[in-house]
């Protein structure tokens, strides 16, 4: 499989989890947040800050899927190893670092004014997970990209 079809499945991809996003945070999060106001009617003030911190959560989900676009669009011009590579997996593993310690901070506001439970745990605990662990490997794989942009580019002055 060469470069550009890689790069064209890569995006592909892109645009699917970019369609998911869209459903999970326009429709899926705000009919669960609205769900929960409704079955615990002095919880109802949380709607619009739930909704709103969500929204900003999944703001930096499309930020990471645009630095990630960037990287496909190296790779499909035959230049996956470079220094703009290396520099948008750690801005996607930053962008998740963000991510997880706003979801943390979501939590340990829902626990201070009593309204942290089972029901966000679980879910709660999952995503910063999944936050955690695209960090660490972007943050890793950013390191691996730019020593072997060191090496390409060491190589070419050989050649």
Sequence with gaps: MNQKRIANVLKICSVAAAMVGLLFFLWYIPLIINQIADDIPEAAWLR?????????????????????????????ADNSFCAANARSMKHIGLLAFLAAALILGGCIFLCCI?????????????????????????????????????????NDLTI
Excluded: H
């Design 48 to 76: 619009w800050p739930g909704t709103i911190g969500m929204w900003v959560i999944g703001l930096l989900c499309y930020l990471a899927l645009w630095k990630f676009w960037q990287i496909c669009t190296n790779i499909g």
């Design 114 to 154: 009593d309204y942290f439970g089972a029901p966000i745990a679980l879910p709660a605990f999952l995503a910063i997970s999944a936050a955690l662990g695209v960090g660490i490997l972007s943050i890793a794989l950013s390191g691996l990209i730019q020593n072997a942009a060191r090496l390409k580019e060491e």
